[in-house]
C-alpha cells in the first residue's frame, strides 16, 4: 500500500525533527547547527543528501531502526538520468 508507505515515512520524518516542504510534498529539510539534511520520497525510494556525512549516515542508521528498509548505496540513475558522483 503506497499510501501507508508514505504516511509512515512522512509521520517518521517529522518525529525526527524534519520539516516538509509547503511547495513540494515529497520533500523534508532539517536543519542541525549550521549543517543540514534533505530527504526526497520518489516512489518507494528515499534519496538523501546532506552537507555532513556524519549526520547523514545517523539519518541511515536511524531509519533503518525505525522501518525495514536497506541502503542501496550511491545514486547512479535517478529518473532516467544516470548520476555520476565525484
Given at each position: 500500500?503506497p ?24 520533500l523534508?529539510?532539517?536543519?542541525k ?54
Amino acid at each position: 500500500m503506497p499510501k501507508d508507505w508514505y504516511s509512515k515515512i512522512n509521520d517518521q520524518l517529522l518525529s525526527i525533527g524534519f520539516a516538509k516542504s509547503l511547495s513540494e510534498s515529497t520533500l523534508y529539510v532539517k536543519y542541525k547547527g549550521n549543517n543540514f539534511l534533505i530527504v526526497s520520497l520518489y516512489v518507494d525510494d528515499l534519496l538523501e543528501t546532506g552537507d555532513d556525512a556524519r549526520l547523514v549516515e545517523e539519518f541511515k542508521q536511524e531509519m533503518m531502526q525505525a522501518i525495514e528498509m536497506t541502503h542501496l548505496g550511491l545514486m547512479t540513475y535517478f529518473l532516467g538520468i544516470e548520476i555520476k558522483q565525484s
